[in-house]
């Protein structure tokens, strides 16, 4: 509604009421403040599709003799798909104007290459469990360790070299092992620094987060991890114990992608946002960072608001 509306929905069915009630038409529109042709025309619909009549309908033009033909709408399509080509491009394989193009993958849904998946081309489907603990998201993270003296983004790509082991020198900083568990519905996570991943650290981790889970009131019914060895073996069966396990689809991380996700959020706004000294000045921001994820970062697909508040049903504290 704009801001000068002298209708709202609720208006037109008071406007109707009193017309059913017996006033007459021009008395009830003048009591109103709108014309007796606008009247007319919320009392006709009133009378043809009853309360469903009285909402507001779309000014879309219901024909458009000048839209692009069907068969450019799928060669602008399978370009998308196949070769994952812009407007531009596209434009100029088909003689058509690049906005042309873009109007047509906005209307087609495609017009984000984010939106799909760049080995087949179809667009991802997001889904969202109903509530918490319905699935949680587990995956490993492997992480090239912070060597002493600082690593390439702190020293220099020369520098760096001579201190990994990478170039001429033979110090080899090695890898830190993430594991991290991701609720779907509230993207709350629970994440380690381990060593290795193996089954009995995958499974030892488990256990603790399902535990941290719990704490927050969380009961997880069922968890979806990849075909890694360690999520296969039976230490991590056992670990499990009356929950679920589901694998994702082999080569496919979209399947997982809200652990996926959380992956990405961390390497940018932990791992890579600064550069750091040692690995022991790293792994000490990333408590500070997981607190920050949890309980102040707004998050897209929770309309702004932090992880726990979703699992709390409160407004949150986002910063």
Same mark, same amino acid.
């Given at each position: 509604?704009?801001?000068?509306?002298?209708?709202?929905?609720?208006?037109?069915?008071?406007?109707?009421?009193?017309?059913?009630?017996?006033?007459?038409?021009?008395?009830?529109? #003048?009591?109103?403040?709108?014309?007796?042709?606008?009247?007319?025309?919320?009392?006709?619909?009133?009378?043809?599709?009853?309360?469903?009549?009285?909402?507001?309908?779309?000014?879309?033009?219901?024909?458009?003799? #000048?839209?692009?033909?069907?068969?450019?709408?799928?060669?602008?399509?399978?370009?998308?798909?196949?070769?994952?080509?812009?407007?531009?491009?596209?434009?100029?394989?088909?003689?058509?104007?690049? %906005?042309?193009?873009?109007?047509?993958?906005?209307?087609?849904?495609?017009?984000?290459?984010?939106?799909?998946?760049?080995?087949?081309?179809?667009?991802?489907?997001?889904?969202?469990?109903?509530?918490?603990?319905?699935?949680?998201?587990?995956?490993?993270?492997?992480?090239?360790?912070?060597?002493? =003296?600082?690593?390439?983004?702190?020293?220099?790509?020369?520098?760096?070299?001579?201190?990994?082991? %990478?170039?001429? =020198?033979?110090?080899?900083? =090695?890898?830190?092992?993430?594991?991290?568990?991701?609720?779907?519905?509230?993207?709350?996570?629970?994440?380690?620094?381990?060593?290795?991943?193996?089954?009995?650290?995958? %499974?030892?981790?488990?256990?603790?987060?399902?535990?941290?889970?719990?704490?927050?009131?969380?009961?997880?019914?069922?968890?979806?991890?990849?075909?890694? %060895?360690?999520?296969?073996?039976?230490?991590?069966?056992?670990?499990?114990?009356?929950?679920?396990?589901?694998?994702?689809?082999?080569?496919?991380?979209? !399947?997982?992608?809200?652990?996926?996700?959380?992956?990405?959020?961390?390497?940018?706004?932990?791992?890579?946002?600064?550069?750091?000294?040692?690995?022991?000045?790293?792994?000490?921001?990333?408590?500070?960072?997981?607190?920050?994820?949890?309980?102040?970062?707004? #998050? !897209?697909?929770?309309?702004?608001?932090?992880?726990?508040?979703?699992?709390?049903?409160?407004?949150?504290?986002?910063?």
């Amino acid at each position: 509604m704009h801001a000068n509306a002298r209708l709202t929905p609720l208006g037109r069915l008071t406007l109707v009421m009193r017309i059913e009630g017996g006033r007459p038409v021009a008395h009830v529109a #003048h009591e109103m403040g709108i014309s007796r042709p606008t009247a007319y025309k919320w009392w006709r619909r009133w009378c043809e599709e009853g309360e469903l009549g009285l909402v507001d309908r779309t000014s879309r033009a219901r024909h458009c003799p #000048h839209q692009t033909p069907a068969v450019i709408e799928a060669q602008i399509a399978e370009l998308r798909t196949t070769l994952k080509l812009g407007p531009a491009r596209i434009g100029y394989r088909l003689g058509v104007a690049p %906005s042309t193009v873009h109007r047509v993958l906005t209307r087609l849904g495609i017009n984000r290459l984010k939106w799909m998946d760049r080995p087949t081309g179809r667009v991802i489907r997001r889904y969202e469990r109903d509530s918490p603990g319905d699935l949680v998201h587990v995956d490993v993270k492997k992480l090239g360790r912070i060597p002493d =003296g600082g690593g390439w983004r702190t020293v220099g790509r020369a520098e760096g070299k001579r201190n990994n082991g %990478s170039g001429r =020198g033979p110090r080899r900083a =090695g890898y830190g092992f993430i594991h991290s568990a991701v609720d779907d519905h509230s993207r709350l996570a629970y994440s380690e620094i381990l060593g290795d991943e193996k089954k009995e650290t995958a %499974s030892a981790f488990w256990l603790r987060a399902q535990r941290w889970f719990a704490g927050h009131g969380v009961e997880v019914r069922e968890v979806l991890t990849d075909n890694g %060895s360690c999520y296969r073996s039976f230490d991590f069966r056992d670990a499990l114990g009356e929950v679920r396990h589901r694998w994702t689809r082999p080569y496919r991380p979209q !399947t997982n992608g809200k652990v996926e996700r959380f992956n990405r959020t961390m390497l940018e706004e932990w791992a890579y946002v600064r550069p750091y000294g040692t690995e022991a000045e790293r792994v000490e921001a990333f408590q500070g960072f997981l607190h920050l994820y949890n309980h102040h970062r707004g #998050h !897209t697909a929770l309309k702004g608001q932090p992880p726990i508040s979703r699992v709390n049903d409160l407004p949150g504290q986002y910063i």
